[in-house]
């Protein structure tokens, strides 16, 4: 199983990006949930966003609900982050993680079996 995050750049703040995660090894149909996390510099790694595969159900953090949309592409097998309304405090290094099945603790790293390598969003001006 491996989970491969692009889509990372330098964005000035109130712009996008849409981070993709391609998965391989499993089929994102199935029973998984599907998870962002994000770690800034200096800071612990914290839950952004998730999906349920089994129902479509999605989550995120306060911080970034009605900026954050987290979605899934069955056919391609990835998993998306389209960001927009940027800020500084956005900047990050965004990883995706799958989970087998769901659970109530869902932002919890613990929670996720297979993490993606990351990548970097500067948001900066």
């Known amino acids: 199983v491996q989970l491969q995050a692009s889509g990372g750049g330098l964005v000035q703040p109130g712009g996008s990006l849409r981070l993709s995660c391609a998965a391989s090894?499993?089929?994102?149909?199935?029973?998984?949930?599907l998870g962002w996390f994000r770690q800034a510099p200096g800071k612990e790694r914290e839950w952004v966003s998730c999906?349920?595969?089994?129902?479509?159900?999605?989550y995120y953090a306060d911080s970034v609900k009605g900026r954050f949309t987290i979605s899934k592409d069955n056919a391609k097998n990835t998993v998306y982050l389209q960001m927009n309304s940027l800020k500084p405090e956005d900047t990050a290094v965004y990883y995706c993680?799958?989970?087998?099945?769901?659970?109530?603790?869902?932002?919890?790293?613990?929670?996720?079996?297979?993490w993606g390598q990351g990548t970097l969003v500067t948001v900066s001006s």
């Open positions: 993680a799958a989970a087998y099945g769901f659970y109530r603790n869902y932002d919890a790293e613990s929670v996720y079996d297979y």
């Open positions: 090894g499993f089929t994102l149909d199935y029973y998984y949930t």
């Open positions: 999906i349920s595969s089994s129902d479509g159900n999605t």
